[in-house]
């Protein structure tokens, strides 16, 4: 199996994370993704890495569906995209008129469209206004295709854009180029979710469990995650910063426990939203 099909693999798992802690996460469709097989591979890595990332990814989740609830009650005719979707459900959890478009490699969309079709027409999932868009955000072709895409979904339009488990994914001049995309096609006012390791993840615990894990089970070489700070995040052009958070600080919000307040047991993982100037 190559890295690609790997990272998808890590898709699956987030799922199984969100669907153990519904109550946090609001992901009522999580479950659908989730096979005997995710479950074992979601045991091991709650045995190696940390046991927590039900938590934390049900709060990942639960911070930006409520951030995309408010900025769509405030909006009319708008857009979300959601940048390497996988397999997560924002777009049936909303309630409200939205167009959503959800990225990813072809190969997910693939495997995915059919199924999302399926469970819709059997009642499992409803019905809702949303596209696909298969690429490789590392393709330079693939990003000329993609940004005339952005500019035809967009238009005048607002729109909330997401890049969530994907930025460390990512090389820098990758995400730049991404950034520079969508800043260039959002309108004033827009929203822009951007989650994030920073560099000072590389000591922590549970980190360094995961790269040795993540390189292990999926090949995926210790040394080349992406780590921004919250300075880049700050300094982007185009941009006022709406706010900066963590899993941490926003596990004081949705759950009734507080385990992430012991430094040593979860993920440091920032989410911000920003504003288009
Ligand atoms: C860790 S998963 C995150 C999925 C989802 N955003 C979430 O937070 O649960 C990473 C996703 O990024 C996609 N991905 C990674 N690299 C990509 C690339 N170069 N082009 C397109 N999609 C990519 C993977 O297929 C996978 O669905």
Sequence with gaps: MNVTE????????????????????????????????????????????????????????????????????????????????????????????????????????????????????????????????????????????????????IGNRPSFVLLEGITYYLEPKVLDQLLKLIASTQTKGSLLGLEYWTPDIVEHPVFIRLEDYFEKRFHYKKGTYHLIDDDFIRSLPNYDVVEITDVKEQEQIFCDQTILDDYAVGLPTSMSVLRKK
């Excluded at 046991?51 to 569906?65: P, Q, T």
């Excluded at 951030?67 to 940048?83: R, S």
């Excluded at 909303?94 to 399926?118: G, S, T, W």
């Design 6 to 153: 790997h990272l998808s693999e890590t898709a699956f798992l987030t799922n199984e994370s969100r669907s153990r802690m519904v109550d946090v996460s609001k992901d009522i469709y999580a479950h659908l993704w989730v096979t005997p097989a995710t479950k074992k591979i979601w045991d091991d890595f709650a045995a190696y890495v940390y046991k927590h990332d039900d938590v934390e990814l049900s709060i990942r989740n639960r911070y930006y569906l409520e951030n995309l609830k408010a900025f769509l009650q405030e909006h009319q005719d708008p857009v979300f995209i959601n940048i390497a979707a996988g397999f997560t459900s924002y777009p049936f959890l909303i309630n409200a008129p939205c167009h959503c478009i959800e990225i990813d490699y072809q190969h997910v969309i693939d495997f995915k469209r059919p199924k999302i079709l399926e469970w819709q027409k059997n009642g499992q999932l409803p019905k809702c206004d949303l596209e696909f868009y298969g690429t490789d955000l590392t393709n330079k072709h693939d990003h000329e295709q993609m940004t005339a895409a952005f500019k035809h979904w």
